[in-house]
């Protein structure tokens, strides 16, 4: 059975990092091990699996489906064709997925530092028996905020279509969309409980993942890197510093609360900029004998500014090599409750 879909599987690799939910990675490495800055991908042995063969046996078993099940005839064959890849890789690991190309596309949006929709955060909760979506915040000078919605506004319509019982990534799909196309969106008022129809131009929408930097007081600084590992953060982060030290920053306090991961290689710069030239920040193992690899600091001038990195249970990934290697380094007091505990680093193929 050929397929036309375009997919990409992501796959995992073991990591060792420290976190406050896995004991401490070794820091001692194999001889082959090699350092280098940045994670690449390593090349797998010849296939031994005959494709033809799995194609035969998913054909034969789609049309036994087809045939002899009561809603044979009724099916999504493409859904239940992704399903079936979908539980093959989970019983590799919780966290290998399968994406078709519209599934892709929103993986590369996330990891971009802007897509394109209203300029408004969303949240969910039960009413009823049923789930509602409202306004959480809307971006100064956004779309959004330009057509007056406001935090609470339930959202009741978009396009047409009713949002009442939808999941909340479903919510977000149907407020994103191409730049410059409209959204007509009909919210509840929170404070009067009126409706009200708002047409909403979709553009381009900062996705930043440092949304607050500030001093507590001073010569403490504050910094949320609260939105994910990015293709920006290490950029942003950079700024962040740059400012809080113009302020007259001497300590500072990193916040990785529900920060659950993302780019290595951002996570990576990150780390770099606290600790010294050879120090472990994390090792990978993958499945071909002899892979495994360091990575460490290459930087012969960190900086020394005083750290306190905060954390939770949504503390993840990437997040967690970033407070392991501090941790283990004793670079930084780590203070919070147990991460999240994902020792594994994703590549797509």
Do not use: W
């Amino acid at each position: 059975m050929k397929r036309n879909s375009i997919f990409v599987l992501v796959l995992s690799l073991a990591l060792c990092f420290s976190s406050f939910a896995q004991t401490t990675a070794q820091k001692e490495t194999a001889k082959k091990s090699r350092e280098t800055s940045l994670p690449t991908a390593t090349v797998a042995p010849k296939s031994v699996i005959k494709g033809e063969d799995i194609e035969a046996n998913i054909a034969e078993a789609l049309t036994l489906i087809q045939d002899n099940h009561v809603n044979g005839k009724k099916l999504d064959y493409n859904e239940l064709f992704k399903s079936s890849i979908d539980g093959m890789l989970h019983t590799l690991d919780p966290h290998s997925n399968y994406f078709d190309a519209k599934e892709f596309e929103a993986f590369r949006t996330e990891q971009r530092s802007e897509y394109f929709g209203i300029g408004a955060t969303i949240g969910d909760l039960k009413e009823g028996d049923s789930n509602v979506t409202f306004i959480r915040a809307t971006f100064d000078g956004s779309p959004a905020f330009r057509a007056g919605l406001r935090y609470g506004d339930k959202i009741v319509e978009v396009n047409g279509t009713p949002m009442r019982g939808k999941a909340f990534y479903d919510v977000r799909n149907f407020l994103r969309g191409e730049r410059g196309t409209t959204a007509k969106v009909k919210v509840q008022s929170l404070a009067t409980g009126e409706f009200k129809t708002v047409d909403i131009t979709r553009d381009a929408v900062p996705q930043p993942s440092i949304p607050e930097i500030y001093m507590i007081r001073p010569g403490i600084g504050y910094i949320a890197m609260t939105g994910g590992f990015n293709q920006t953060t290490a950029a942003e982060f950079r700024d962040a510093m740059r400012s809080l030290k113009a302020q007259g920053m001497q300590q500072l306090i990193l916040d990785l609360r529900g920060n659950g991961g993302g780019l290595v290689r951002e996570a990576y710069q990150v780390a770099n900029a606290f600790l010294n030239s050879g120090q472990v920040i994390f090792t990978q193992k993958g499945r071909i004998e002899d892979s495994e690899r360091t990575f460490a600091a290459q930087n012969p001038n960190p900086d020394k500014t005083p750290l306190v990195l905060l954390v939770n249970r949504g503390t993840a990934s990437a997040s967690e090599i970033l407070s392991g290697a501090l941790q283990d380094h004793d670079r930084a007091l780590i203070v919070g409750e147990p991460t999240f505990g994902k020792g594994l680093v994703q590549n797509p193929f």
